[in-house]
């Protein structure tokens, strides 16, 4: 039987479907990858705007920088520029620690002495500005020490923290007394500072006190340039000169420190330790610290 002209084989029909279809599936896909390029296209351009916050207004400024150990382990500012950490002293199950800070760097000049407290010596707690900057006319309080007077050898009250420290007026360094009677938060200056003039000395700074047990007095040591001074107070308002330990091969010596350390292996053979910092510049040295191991009677250091 033959089939009718007006229907074409079925092979035939397929091949004319199948030839109408391919050129609209071709545009159909050129038409999808142009589709899927400009989504693309967009979606980076939106990624790039999230990045840069070009598309949604001023970008907000980072946090400020953690203040006092907020990572657990460091005393550290925020902003300002800190130096000189004083030595830690224990207070009633409290360890007490200062720094001189700057709040005003870099436009500003000064220090402060700002106050911070632990528990472990680990985790500190800023407690703000101990000693404030342009405090007297004698200068900003600098680097110096602090001692709890349970004696009451100065006559300032028995507990009462007594830091004594350089003030610098016109470039001349002097000893000044400040003293706390609230557990070291706050400290007023001595009405008859300084407790020590400059004897004419370019370095005369940075004192190291510690209670003389032995002989019932105060000794401190004294960054005198090449030298260290050994002075003894009985009430930490009158100071006398007793010796010196000098050094002509370290530069400037700064920041003293002194204490006791026991022996290795012998805990009753106690040694004492004078450490200090070094600036050897001016002999091409660098800076550094140095330290050496003794005897020292409150008043002599002598080396092993």
Known sequence: MTASPSRPPAA????????RIRPLARRHRRALVVAVAILLVAALVVAVRGITGADRGPVEPPPPAPRAADDGIHIRPSGEFMNDPQRPFLLDGVWHAYA?????????????????????????????????????????AETGSVVVDTGNTSGL????VIAILTQ??????????????????????????????????PD??????????????????L?????IGFYTSPDLIHWTYRSDFARDDLGT????????????????????????GADGAAEGRGTGYAYWVGDFDGERFTTD
Do not use: C
């Open 253 to 276: 010596m700064e920041t003293p420190d002194v204490f006791p350390i026991a022996s290795a292996g012998d805990p009753d053979r106690v040694r004492w330790v004078l450490g200090v």
């Open 100 to 140: 001189l800070v700057n709040a005003d760097h870099p436009g500003g000049n000064g220090s402060s002495w700002r106050h911070y407290t632990s528990a472990d010596l680990v985790t500190w707690h800023d407690e703000g500005v101990a000693i404030d900057k342009y405090d007297t006319p004698l200068g900003d």
């Open 157 to 160: 009250g028995a507990g009462t």
């Open 204 to 221: 005369f700074r940075d004192p190291k006190v510690v209670w003389d047990g032995e002989h019932g007095r105060w000794s401190m040591a």
């Open 12 to 19: 035939g029909l397929a091949r004319r479907v199948r030839d």
């Open 168 to 201: 610098q007026s016109e470039g001349v360094q002097r000893q000044s007394l400040y003293y706390s009677t609230d557990g070291g938060y706050r400290f007023r200056p001595l009405a008859g500072n300084p407790v020590m003039e400059n004897p004419g000395s």
């Open 223 to 227: 960054a005198e340039g090449r030298r």
